[in-house]
């Protein structure tokens, strides 16, 4: 089974490459944060707060192994998806993964820039939201280099540059059967 999926904290971008690439490649693309919202019947940070984090990261565990067992799909993974050891090892056994990386700043004024995010995603750590994104990134990029077999820095390129980077590599992949 080949598939490509996309980590990342949450506005580094990885919807938009997903649909990208999936257009690219011929191939389907899900956001699995929409797909967990679609099966609950409600936002993300509804159920964070009716059902807590870790109902949630079950769902999420869930989903995650479902997508991953499909074939020829791009899978925009929730930025805590890898947290999970079981999702790392779908994630990695389906097919390729992608980390994509952006500065706390970055993140943080793409953030402010989607007027969905303060409705859909709950805040983690109840801190400011640049010191939350710094401590969860601190906390995360050990997990996120290991589930990885790319890392792409999306700072100051355009989607359709990450999408020219991430085929390239693809490309010269020995393990890549697109």
Not at 35 to 53: L, N, T
Not at 72 to 87: I, K, T
Not at 121 to 135: D, F
Request: hydrophobic content about 40%; overall charge neutral; glycine content about 8%.
């Amino acid at each position: 089974m080949m598939n490509l999926v996309l980590i990342g904290y949450r506005a580094t971008g990885k919807t938009t490459l997903a649909r990208l690439l999936a257009q690219r490649l011929g191939w389907d693309w899900i956001d699995a944060d929409v797909e967990i919202e679609g099966r609950a019947g409600k936002s993300i940070a509804r159920i964070f707060a009716e059902q807590g984090e870790p109902a949630f990261r079950d769902m999420e565990a869930e989903v995650i192994a479902d997508l991953c067992g499909r074939p020829r799909l791009v899978v925009a993974a929730g930025g805590g998806a890898p947290l999970r050891e079981a999702s790392r090892r779908a994630m990695r056994k389906s097919g390729q993964v992608v980390w994509l990386t952006a500065m706390p700043e970055t993140i943080l004024a793409r953030m402010t820039g989607d007027a969905t995010t303060a409705d859909r995603r709950p805040s983690l750590t109840n801190r400011p939201p640049l010191e939350e994104i710094a401590q969860l990134l601190c906390h995360r990029e050990p997990i996120y280099r290991e589930s990885a077999h790319l890392i792409v820095d999306t700072e100051g390129k355009s989607p359709e540059q990450l999408t020219d980077e991430v085929l390239a590599w693809l490309r010269l992949s020995p393990n890549w059967g697109a």
